[in-house]
């Protein structure tokens, strides 16, 4: 008997195959042959090494295991001097047939292992003879069958769920003729946003409006994931635009391949691409975006491989590997980033029936809920490999905003069941109010940041989002304090509108101070910019829909006309540099976040209510509309999946 020249014999590398005239020129050729040969050498060499032993070992000892074996594997513990017994099925002899019958069983294992044993040999000398390509499309065609497999897992058809009550998607003609025209207009402009998009941008994931052509940050890597086009399909929806829906459909249908070797920031994909895909199957009832969010879903969850849960900021979509930004205190994670998962994670459970997504952040919850607060205070970097908190920094604004959004809006969307929810919100803003909202010398409410306890008294563009929360918190808050919220939120709306009104353009600064005699007005260059941001237009459509107060609708309209005005070009829309400046500068980027956000939002605001209502649908911080599930717990029991 031969015996393979290659066995790995207690950890030895191998030597390099040598394949005659057809021998692999490169080490790297040579390890990927020995994907297959390694499989195929080490059972020919575990069959033979067992058949020598069998052979080799003296003959007690082989006795003695190959009984074991037997008992072991056909004779139940039975007491064989009493004759023969038909037991279970198995007809016990006597002892003198016993050795026979074990000589026998013997022998034909012996055949056994030896016809293996050959025909695992047979099979690597025909490997051996085939040439290098062979071989590499055999690998291939292996790989692929491996690819196809997964796919049409992919594609399979989700479980059924009970679609909850969509109401209102239709709907929200207004019939005052002003008020009609200026729907229309806004209308119009999505239409210019997209049409350019459609015609420069195409698949790429935004568009540069003057170079007039495709562009992208470091949030989608180095991918090109249409991220524009998801984020438009429920504003195209809502506003009748159905062509250019079916279009963005298709484009999805055919080209969303989230199978690339990219690395992007899982938060930012989770609001925009889930976000996105899973309002626009809501709205539209069509299954390719629910299992596309479903998959790309999937590719998110390796982030959450970190000592304590807490995700990593970024995950390569194709390894899974995660990491954080370096900037972000010594490697932390954002409180804003992996505290804003919780509505769209829920919504993939309640679809699927598969309760991955909803334990990996009802854990970080509970994981939030453990840890001690300084003054009460969500501090915004959390170290996910200690659990510990980061730099005592805290914001309502960048790093920590949607974090408050999204404990408020689960308890929304879940038709107030999560009460554990607001709860955590009640405390979290209870503590804000105190620690840090102020009012300024000129009376001005603003929400300033805490940063190792002293109080900068600086607002972000992004904070003005705040307004718009405290209204629509309102209702439900803790010793009846809806008054009070309404009030907060109408007075962060005023100071919001003051940073738009105190510019040349009209249009707000990204960041702006209450200090030294400035009031609401941004002081270093770097904080002039305006990039489309929607923050404060979405407090006054929630300040809107909850007081009716005319002023927000002429606030809204300012805002419209100055993005118009401004921010308009031929081929889109653009950020613009300098607020200050009668001769702005662009910054040549129509966001994706325009469109998701900003041109829905005044949509809305000159709708009627009856245009996705607020009891039925709770808007992710992306702006996309999410149903309220009206489920008996947090569990998810409306999920026949889960009974
Ligand atoms: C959006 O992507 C979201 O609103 C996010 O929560 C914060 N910033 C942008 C828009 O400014």
């Known amino acids: 008997m031969t015996t393979p020249a290659l066995l790995p014999l207690s950890g030895r590398r191998l ?85 026979h019958r074990h000589r026998e069983e013997e022998e034909r294992l012996r055949n056994k292992i030896r016809a293996d044993h050959e025909k695992a040999l047979e099979e690597a000398k025909e490997k051996l003879k085939k040439s290098r390509d062979e071989i590499q499309a055999e690998i291939q065609t292996e790989k692929n069958k491996v690819v196809q497999e997964l796919k049409k897992k992919d594609s399979k058809p989700l479980p059924p769920v009970p679609l909850p009550n969509l109401i209102g998607i239709n709907s929200g003609e207004p019939t005052d003729l002003d008020i009609r025209e200026k729907r229309n207009k806004i209308k ?62 298709e484009w999805i249908d055919k080209n969303l391949d989230f199978s690339v070797n990219s690395e992007v920031s899982v938060f930012e994909v989770n609001i925009r691409f889930i976000g996105g895909l899973l309002a626009a199957y809501y709205l539209s009832g069509q299954e390719v975006f629910k299992i596309k969010a479903v998959q790309l879903a999937g590719k998110l969850l390796p982030a959450f491989n970190t000592p304590t849960g807490i995700p990593w900021a970024m995950v390569n979509l194709k390894s899974g590997v ?23 994670f829920v919504h993939l459970s309640y679809l699927t029936g598969d309760p991955v997504y909803y334990n990996k952040v009802m854990h970080i919850r509970k994981l939030l809920q453990k840890m001690d607060r300084p003054n009460g205070l969500y501090p915004n970097y959390l170290n996910p490999r200690t659990g510990r908190w980061g730099q005592h920094h805290t914001s309502v604004g960048g790093l920590g905003d949607s974090f408050y959004e999204y404990l408020l809006k689960a308890w929304l969307m879940s038709d107030k069941m999560d009460t554990e929810a607001r709860k955590m919100y009640d405390d979290a803003i209870e503590a804000i109010e105190k620690h840090l909202i ?43 304090k809806a008054g009070h919220y309404l009030q907060l939120g ?71 006309q100055a993005i118009d005005k401004y921010c308009r070009v031929s081929g889109g829309f653009s950020g613009v540099k300098d607020v200050y400046s009668s001769s702005p500068t662009y910054d040549d980027v129509q ?53």
Not at 621 to 631: I, K
């Open 490 to 560: 109408a007075e962060i709306a005023h100071t919001c509108h003051e940073s738009y009104d105190r510019t040349t353009l009209k249009l707000g600064p990204e960041a702006f101070k209450f200090d030294g005699g400035v009031e609401a007005v941004a002081v270093r260059q770097n904080e002039k910019y305006y990039i489309l941001r929607p923050e404060v237009i979405e407090t006054y459509w929630y300040m809107w829909r909850f007081t009716h107060d005319p002023k927000y609708r002429q606030w809204g309209w300012e805002a419209a």
């Open 188 to 249: 119009e402009m999505m239409k210019h946003a997209w049409d350019n998009y459609r015609q420069y941008g195409w698949g790429h994931n935004e568009l540069k409006p003057i170079a007039r052509k495709g562009h992208s940050t470091n949030i989608f890597g180095n991918s090109q994931l249409g991220a524009t086009i998801v984020d438009a399909l429920d504003t195209l929806y809502i506003m009748g635009l159905h062509n250019e829906f079916r279009e963005g459909q």
């Open 322 to 344: 995660g990491r954080n930004w370096g900037w972000a205190s010594a490697g932390s994670s954002i409180l804003a980033e992996f505290g804003t998962l919780h509505m769209e």
């Open 15 to 99: 030597p390099p195959l040598n394949l005659g005239a057809s021998a692999l020129p490169h080490h790297r050729a040579t390890l990927r042959l020995s994907e297959k040969f390694i499989l195929l050498l080490i059972l020919s060499a575990f069959i033979t090494l067992c058949f020598g032993a069998f052979f080799f070992l003296p003959d007690s000892s082989k006795h003695k295991r190959f009984d074991l074996g037997l008992e072991d594997v056909l004779i139940p513990h039975v007491d064989t001097s009493k004759g023969d017994k038909n037991l279970g099925g198995f007809l016990i002899h006597g002892q003198g047939h016993d050795e």
């Open 591 to 643: 966001q994706s976040f325009f469109l998701a956000e900003t041109l829905k939002y005044l949509y809305l605001l000159f709708s009627n209510d009856d245009l996705l209502p607020l009891d039925n649908w709770v808007f992710n911080t992306e702006a996309h509309p999410l149903p309220v599930l009206h489920l008996a717990n947090t569990t998810l029991s409306g999920n026949p999946a889960y009974q």
């Open 438 to 480: 102020r009012k300024s010398n000129g009376g001005l409410t603003f929400i300033g940041e805490w940063k190792n306890g002293h109080l900068e008294r600086k607002m972000g563009h992004l904070t003005c989002f705040a307004g718009g929360m405290f209204a629509l918190g309102a209702d439900g808050s803790r010793d009846d």
